[in-house]
Every structure is written in C-alpha cells, then in structure tokens.
C-alpha cells in the first residue's frame, strides 16, 4: 500500500452519489466502492522536542493540542483504477463544503467492472479561494505544559492535490467495497514543539497559524498535509 494524503477529510456528497465516468471499461459485473473518511487521534502531544510531538496522548492533557472542528473545501474529485485490462477513470468537478469532523462522511459511490486492479487512486482537488471558502480550517485548543489553554486556528489557502493511493484491489459483482481514509489528526502536529506555540503571536488571545501569521509554523503544518492519511478497503 502507498500512503499519500489526504487529506484531509471528509467529503461529504449524498449517500449513493455517482462519480461522473469520463472513460469506462465496458466489462461486465457491478462491484461497487465507496470511499468513507475515519479521523481518528484528535489529540496530540506538543513536546520540547521533535521526538516528543505528535503522539497520541488524552485529551487535556498538559501539553497537548486538541482539534474540534475543521472544514474542506473540494474543488474536484478524481478517481482512478487500474487493472491489467482496463483503466477506469471518474471525474467530480463540482464545489462542496465538508465538515471534516462527521463521524460518517461519504465520499461517493463508484461501480466498478469486476478485475483486479492493481493500483486505486483517489485525488481531491483544493483551489485558492478569494472568499471566505477557503481549502482547509482547523480550529483547536492547545493546553500548554502548565495547563493553560489557547485557542488555535488554521488556515490554509493555496492550491494543493490530495492523493490516496492502493494497491491490489479485488473487486467482484458479489461485493460491495468501503475504502476509508484514515486521518489520522496527531500526524499533522509532527514536527511542531512547545517553543512554537509559545513564542507565537497571538490575536486576541488566539493563535492564528496562516501564509501571513505565525508563517513558520504554518510552514510545519503545511508540510504534514502530505503524510498524515492512508487508505484501506473493507468489504
């Protein structure tokens, strides 16, 4: 299995929504797939060091950061599988809003001629936004290591792909498919120590992580987008 991101999150189209089909294998049999995201690890330590960052630890708990709210905006969904017959190709352009913190987001629902397909992709498109729908937002609460707690926010505006890729799925009639995203939300906090949220500028009491406040640790933060999701498939 490749691991890529996410990334991020929950796309929430109607349940049993039909990717559009750009190209189409004309085999038979409807083995279907739906693609679901499952967050996990909302808490994550904010150690003195690197080494110490990132981990799963209880919520409140002193030096830690908490995520509870986040929204995506997807531009575009893509999806393409491959099998040693036949390339299958989907395409979404279509604007959506999704909370990221729904315990039951679905993706869509793709049906699939029956093979083997040897590598599975999933791509969400982000665009820039002049607006207030901007890609991504996380809002949070970080407890620092006396206890204290600040509000934290994250914006990210620029273009970006995020990719989930598999491996060897095997699809048959008889089945149907759920390929989750796993997000898991204390990756995106790897790298990040304790000096950085408590030497960062704060507004109104808040700790604002944007391309124009507080940019370095926006910088930490943005180069986690690509390594904090895999994906696997249940049937």
Known sequence: MKNYLFSYGSVILAAGLF???CTKDNSTGDGKL????????FTASIGPTT????????????????WTSGNVNVSEIDF???SKSAKIEYELKQAFNVDLFNLSPVLGSISLPDATYEEVELK??????ANSNIPLTLKGLYTDGS????PVEFYFNEDFEAEVEAENLVVSGTNDYIGLINIQLNKFLTNVVSA???GAVKSNGVIVISSTSNAELYAKLKANLNVFADCDFED
Request: positive net charge; proline residues 2%.
């Open 19 to 21: 990717l559009t089909s």
């Open 34 to 41: 739906a693609y679901k995201v499952k967050p996990s690890n």
């Open 51 to 66: 080494s110490g960052s990132g981990l799963i630890i209880a919520v409140n708990s002193n030096s830690s950061l908490t």
């Open 80 to 82: 393409e599988a491959e």
């Open 124 to 129: 969400l498109v982000l665009r820039k936004s």
């Open 147 to 150: 206890g204290n707690k600040i």
């Open 196 to 198: 950085d949220l408590s």
